[in-house]
């Protein structure tokens, strides 16, 4: 099993394109104002560095509770709506891919785009900052879902609260032309429906999705 360090090491050093190509549909034309989910390396990857260790760190730290340690997905909350800031890291081929994502609307009450606020309280309609394990997919009233579990004190009530990753149509890029930001959801990580299947390919169980603020 590699050690964070290990992880970090080699998620620097890796730049091979690999299977991760195909992970998200070509933005049409029309919709120019949502940058366009990209595969790249993960070197060259749009993402926070100090995010990136603090991600490395919690797959670390929470080591008996993830099983895979191939896969990572970081969910970058400094970045607004608009931004594809879902991020999707494989350490194997040292490729990375990202897409939008919603957050609560209990975390932007004005609907501004930016998430300016976290709770683990049920009934908040917020999202949680922390360490989440991916769990297993089920069927509910979002459609296809999976079920994530909260490892942090500031997370740890995700299963009760019903945070999962589901499809939307509000976290689709279509949104970004018609409005400039997606819409929110009750807490969840709402993903384009489009988008879902390799969501749930790159996740599988058993893995990190760490969402935070640099």
Not at 31 to 42: E, G, Y
Request: net charge neutral; charged share 20%.
């Amino acid at each position: 099993m590699m050690s964070g360090a290990a992880v970090a090491a080699s998620l620097l050093t890796r730049s091979t394109a690999g299977p991760l190509s195909s992970v998200l549909p070509e933005r049409p034309v029309a919709v120019a104002p949502s940058p366009r989910p990209q595969t790249q390396s993960i070197r060259d990857a749009a993402l926070d560095p100090q995010l990136l260790r603090k991600a490395l760190a919690a797959l670390d730290s929470h080591a008996g509770a993830i099983r895979h340690r191939d896969r990572i997905a970081i969910v970058d909350f400094a970045a607004p709506s608009s931004d594809a800031r879902f991020h999707f890291l494989d350490v194997a081929s040292g490729q990375a891919s990202r897409l939008l994502v919603a957050h609560g609307s209990g975390s932007d009450p004005l609907h501004t785009g930016w998430a300016e606020r976290f709770s683990n309280a049920s009934g908040s309609n917020a999202s949680s900052e922390g360490a989440f394990v991916t769990g297993d997919y089920y069927v509910g009233k979002h459609g296809r879902s999976q079920r994530l579990a909260g490892l942090d004190p500031t997370n740890d009530h995700a299963m009760e609260r019903a945070i999962v990753i589901h499809g939307a149509w509000y976290a689709d890029e279509t949104m970004i032309a018609a409005h400039g930001k997606l819409g929110r959801s009750q807490g969840c990580f709402a993903v384009g429906d489009a988008c879902l299947d390799a969501v749930f390919d790159h996740l599988g169980t058993g893995r990190l999705l760490y969402a935070a603020r640099a």
